[in-house]
């Protein structure tokens, strides 16, 4: 498994987080989300200015093998999302935390402590593979 | 990692060691995927792949009564088997009419026959043939001595003749479709899992392991599990547990095909409630699906025909030659051609389209 990039904040669902300099929060999936999905082959993604609650489903990524939720990791509204992926889902396999940005949001509140850091979501990782 | 390990083939350690990721199938560790399932897939229908199939029941079954005994026990009929080597596809039905497993029967003389079954079912198979082989001159064996390559894709018989036992190559390659033939102490068969051209390969145990390398080096693609899904899907072959089961007739699977009703005088297990299926006009239809929407069809979802009734996929997912998502369906009798598919709670548009999808590379419906 590759190292988990220093800047991201992450969940203990697998989901990355951003913050941008205009205050705004990229969300996408982690590298071991995208390799225990396997090849994506669908997204669906959010409208932009629709509103998402924290925890609440905000996208679906579908693989060969399987559905999965993408959940919102802060509450907000949806300013952004990556239209790429629609023509080419296996952006988030090849580059999860670049191409294969999904959703960018403007937060109503952001509580970092309520966010695993990369030490804590790699202890996270860990334990999965024990 | 897990605890509970499973029963494993000759070639397990040799998918370990090319990262594949195994998981459990009807009590095997199995490889799932070599690193992506989708390029497995498109090895197989543009080159050639190989999987490990060794987990599947081969049993042989030799006697002076063995002819008769099939007659008995499968719906399709061994009696149009003549030729040695012939391959058979039925299905072994029980009592009520529904599918007690699907196989394969090879036939060698009426004297004995070769049936490859299952791996999931295995028990329920060895069980059920064994109570209904009473009063019949048969013996069953069982080959756990026998590990099985699946070889297949437009470039697999070539590629893997050439790591067939001296002299067998020629028999090999002059195989029919359907036919298999003795190669030394392996066995070689033109028949597969895929809707490609390919082999099936029987072979001792012991020689597996050079065996699948050597088809490696020749360059054949090792390919899971994942990959045999698909690949079986697109062909519209159907897979045991999600397209038929034990209380599910083969006329609503897809599988009339398969019933030899003619002789009539031939009584085979669950023909009698079979005459009853066939003769009822609500019986359900079997259906190859095209999502026309976006997402992606999976197995036992709702399928809703307005003004009609309600159905299920049996089998789902997305089809990497296609680039689409298909399905195979269990639909109300009728006369349409397009359906609604329940996905995450949303009613999607899909079309009925004739199967098989894809065959020997080609994708065979109107998308």
């Known amino acids: ?130 | 990692m897990n605890p509970q390990t499973g029963l494993r083939t000759a070639l397990f350690e040799r998918h370990r060691a090319a990262g594949a990721r195994i998981v459990d199938f009807g009590g095997w560790d199995m490889p799932l995927h070599y690193g992506s399932q989708k390029e497995e897939h498109h090895a197989v229908r543009r080159h050639a792949g190989v999987f490990d199939v060794s987990h599947m029941t081969v049993i042989d079954l030799v006697g002076t009564d063995a002819e008769r005994f099939l007659r008995h026990l499968l719906a399709n009929d061994v009696a149009k088997l003549t030729e040695p080597g012939k391959a058979l596809y039925s299905c072994m039905l029980n009592f009520d009419g529904g599918v007690v497993d699907d196989l394969i029967v090879y036939f060698f003389t009426p004297e004995r026959y070769r049936l490859v079954v299952n791996a999931a079912t295995r028990e329920k198979d060895l069980e059920w043939i064994g109570a209904r082989s009473d009063g019949f001159e048969v013996e069953l064996s069982e080959r756990p001595d026998l590990a099985m390559l699946a070889v297949q894709g437009p470039d697999a018989r070539e590629l893997a003749a050439g790591i067939l036992p001296a002299g067998s190559r020629e028999t090999a390659l002059n195989l029919a479709p359907f036919f298999g033939a003795d190669a030394g102490d392996w066995f070689v068969a033109r028949t597969g899992y895929t809707g490609e051209d390919g082999f099936e390969i029987l072979l001792p145990s012991a020689e597996a392991g050079g065996a699948w390398q050597a088809l490696l080096d020749a360059g054949v693609a090792p390919c899971g599990l994942a990959a045999r899904d698909t690949l079986r899907l697109e062909a519209a072959m159907n897979l045991y547990g999600n397209d038929m089961d034990d209380a599910t007739s083969p006329l609503e699977a897809g599988l009339g095909w398969t019933i030899a009703w003619k002789p009539e005088e031939r009584e085979f297990v669950g023909r009698d409630a079979l005459e009853a299926v066939r003769a009822r006009p609500d019986r359900r239809r079997f259906v190859g699906l095209l999502l026309e929407d976006k997402g992606v069809l999976r197995s036992h979802q709702r399928v809703v025909v307005d003004g009609v009734g309600e159905g299920e996929t049996t089998s789902g997912g997305f089809a990497p030659t296609i680039g689409r998502s298909i399905a195979l369906a269990r639909a109300p009798a009728g006369d349409y051609d397009r359906v609604a598919v329940e996905i995450r709670g949303k009613l999607l548009n899909a079309r009925i389209v004739p199967t098989p999808f894809v065959r020997h590379g080609t994708v065979r419906i109107d998308v």
């Open chain 1, 1 to 130: 498994m590759s190292e988990l990039p220093g800047d991201l904040k992450y969940t203990e669902e697998h989901e990355w987080l951003r913050r941008e300099e205009d205050g705004s929060v990229t969300v996408g999936i982690t590298d071991h989300a995208q390799a225990a999905l396997g090849d994506l082959v669908y997204v669906e993604l959010p409208e932009v200015g629709q509103d998402v609650e924290a925890g609440g489903e905000m996208a679906v990524v579908e693989s060969v093998k399987a559905a999965s939720d993408v959940y919102a990791p802060v509450g907000g509204s949806v300013v952004a999302v990556n239209d790429e992926l629609g023509d080419d889902p296996e952006k988030i396999n090849a580059d999860p935390y670049g191409d294969g940005w999904i959703v960018r949001l403007s937060p109503e509140a952001f509580d970092e402590a309520a966010l695993l850091t990369p030490d804590a979501y790699q202890e996270l990782l860990d334990k999965l593979d024990d």
